[in-house]
């Protein structure tokens, strides 16, 4: 089973940064849309960013101006600058991959999830 490796979360007080980033195996080759989710407690996981391999970004709206994601098309890796983090930004991060496989349909691939805590 393919598994994202995640790194960077962790505990930060409202108003700092943090930085996540998230490596897929090199034996998938054919990425198309690398980003995050994030899932809250008692909420539904929601996509946060996400881009693609000609660079198009979406974010959410909650997030807009304060996160910026990039990619390393060439290492296969995701990188989600956090920047002034407010305590509803709590939640386990998910690095999400959709690659083109062989028999021509895309799959997803999901980290194991990052805890991500803004807090005083």
């Known amino acids: 089973q393919v598994q994202l490796v995640e790194s960077g979360g962790g505990l930060v007080q409202p108003g700092g940064s943090l930085r996540l980033s998230c490596a897929a195996p090199?034996?998938?080759?054919?990425?198309?849309?690398m980003g995050w989710y994030r899932q809250a407690p008692g909420k539904e996981r929601e996509k946060v960013a996400t881009?693609?391999?000609?660079?198009?970004?979406y974010y959410a709206d909650s997030v807009k101006g304060r996160f910026s994601i990039s990619r390393d098309n060439a290492k296969n890796t995701v990188t989600l600058q956090m920047n002034s983090l407010r305590p509803e930004d709590t939640a386990v991060y998910y690095c999400?991959?959709?690659?083109?496989?062989?028999?021509?349909?895309?799959?997803?691939?999901w980290g194991q999830g990052t805890q991500v805590t803004v807090s005083s």
């Open positions: 090199g034996r998938i080759l054919m990425i198309d849309v």
């Open positions: 881009i693609s391999r000609t660079s198009s970004t």
């Open positions: 999400y991959v959709e690659a083109l496989s062989p028999g021509g349909i895309y799959r997803a691939y």
